[in-house]
């Protein structure tokens, strides 16, 4: 069987996750999204039989071939960015967690006309400041609130974060800490958003004391990447 030591590496984690909502004193639920990027479709099947019933993949045309060979009826989740000529692929999708600017909103909108269903998606926001990351900063997401509001084909459910690599503690709950002011200027804006979408493999137990709902899993899951 591939990854032997999911299970057990799951309990661990979810005990790091309890301490860290203990800690946090937010008392939040918090689902793992099992990254399986760059892993075939049977670390998929290994999530599912380990329990997990969400699955992360950043880049939306791996993670559709992969579809193809998956049976576990797990919920896919879009962690990466997305071309606006490929809005189609979230029709597969039960959560797009990279929601970077007001033309793909509105692209994503667009689909939803056409297909009659509403798109769940996060705003992901840029709060470490790195100029490599996307996402809106938070003075761009309180102007850009009034314009999601008005897109009936997305349901806003929150926010998300990427922090630096390797960032010392400061820096990640001021990160963190960002999103969480991010999610509430979409809750002050009128719009349904409860998640928070932060930590990943380094990072997870600082952003589940800062509130994360949703850590985004890979390494510490699967092991290394092979690229
Ligand atoms: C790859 C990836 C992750 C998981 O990273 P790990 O450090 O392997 O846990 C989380 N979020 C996003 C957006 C990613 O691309």
Same mark, same amino acid.
């Given at each position: 069987m591939p990854f032997p030591w999911l299970a057990e590496r799951v309990a661990e984690i979810r005990s790091t996750i309890d301490a860290g909502v203990a800690r946090g004193g937010r008392g939040q639920k918090v689902e793992i999204v099992a990254?399986?990027? /760059?892993? *075939?479709a049977e670390a998929v099947q290994a999530a599912w039989e380990a329990g997990l019933r969400d699955v992360g993949e950043n880049r939306v045309q791996e993670a559709v071939d992969k579809m193809d060979h998956v049976t576990a009826p797990v919920s896919w989740h879009l962690i990466g960015h997305l071309q606006?000529?490929?809005?189609?692929?979230?029709?597969?999708?039960?959560?797009?967690?990279?929601?970077?600017s007001l033309r793909l909103a509105e692209a994503i909108d667009e689909r939803a006309q056409g297909t009659g269903r509403q798109f769940r998606v996060l705003v992901q926001v840029? /709060?470490? *400041?790195?100029?490599s990351k996307g996402g809106f900063a938070l003075g761009e997401l309180r102007a850009a609130i009034q314009r999601l509001r008005g897109?009936?084909?997305?349901?806003?459910?929150g926010a998300m974060t990427m922090a630096p690599y390797e960032a010392d503690e400061a820096t990640l709950r001021r990160t963190f800490g960002g999103c969480r002011e991010a999610l509430r200027l979409l809750q002050d804006g009128g719009l349904p958003a409860t998640e928070l979408s932060m930590g990943m493999s380094g990072d997870y137990a600082v952003a589940v004391e800062e509130g994360a709902t949703l850590v985004r899993l890979g390494t510490i899951l699967f092991g290394a990447r092979v690229p």
């Open positions: 990254v399986t990027k /760059t892993f *075939g606006r000529n490929k809005v189609r692929h979230l029709d597969r999708f039960a959560l797009f967690h990279a929601l970077d840029n /709060t470490s *400041g790195e100029e897109l009936p084909g997305l349901e806003v459910a």
